[in-house]
């Protein structure tokens, strides 16, 4: 491996480190703000979850290599991530009756 093309790599893995961080301090600055709407918390769990989601795609994408995958770990990933919305607003469409059981 070339010094130039180790440099590119130092130089990606730093960036995508300094993101991280940054979404870090987002995620403490977050969790001072009130995001309460009326008696919902439903903002504050919206902006913790896209910035979780961000940082995991980051993780997910450049230290697990998951950009060079083939395009079905994509389909995957997204029926997976289906599953586990329906599985947490499961309970919210119980507390708001539009689900019977």
Known sequence: MSADN???HTSHYRNIFIFLIIGT???VW???MDFNVGNSIAGAIFVG???AIIKGYLVAA????LNSEKKMIYWILMLTVF???LVIFIPLLWHLNLVSY
């Open 49 to 51: 979850l896209t910035i």
């Open 83 to 85: 599953f586990l919305a």
């Open 62 to 65: 450049n230290f697990m290599h």
């Open 6 to 8: 180790m440099t590119h």
């Open 30 to 32: 977050a969790s001072y």
């Open 25 to 27: 301090v987002l995620t």
